[in-house]
């Protein structure tokens, strides 16, 4: 059912086209977890990205991420474990019409079958945007998850 209706570059744009509509994140910073004699240490990591298809709203998502030899090498699987905080940041203004758990970003958590999504949906009852962040494997997902309401709202400059 339609509800309504920012990409980067380089590598950016071999994900767009794998994934049309999804947003690129920014790190914003990392802090260490667990020290790893060979490799880079465990950490937990905030990315931002803005929502592609609704422009006033931003996403600050942090997220466990493995280090040692397996994730110099990318070969390690990050834990499930995320958090998600989404808000308005200037007027909203709905970009093209989407679909229920539309997924606005994506990223991989392993080599090959783990990713973790954030999906919108929309609570047209209490007028607010409701985005979710869940970890995903092939054969089988993990039910930790996070979400984030962001109440549309009308937007007032300050001075």
């Not at 990050?78 to 998600?84: A, N």
């Not at 607010?128 to 092939?138: G, N, Q």
């Amino acid at each position: 059912m339609t509800i309504f209706g920012k990409t980067g570059q380089g590598v950016a744009v071999a994900l767009a086209l794998l994934l049309p509509g999804t947003a690129l994140a920014d790190e914003i910073g990392c802090v260490s977890t667990a020290f790893k004699m060979l490799g880079p240490n465990h950490k937990i990591c905030i990315e931002a990205f803005d929502d592609p298809d609704v422009q006033g709203v931003a996403c600050h998502l942090s997220r466990a991420q493995t280090g040692g030899l397996e994730g110099m090498v990318g070969l390690a699987e990050d834990p499930s474990e995320s958090s998600l905080a989404c808000r308005q940041i200037g007027p909203i203004k709905v970009l093209k019409d989407f679909e229920q758990g539309a997924v606005v970003f994506s990223e991989r958590r392993s080599a090959l079958f783990k990713r973790l999504r954030v999906r919108r949906f929309f609570d047209k009852d209490r007028n607010v945007l409701i985005y979710l962040v869940v970890s995903d494997k092939l054969v089988e997902g993990s039910p930790k998850s996070s979400i984030s309401s962001v109440p549309i709202m009308p937007w007032t400059a300050t001075p």
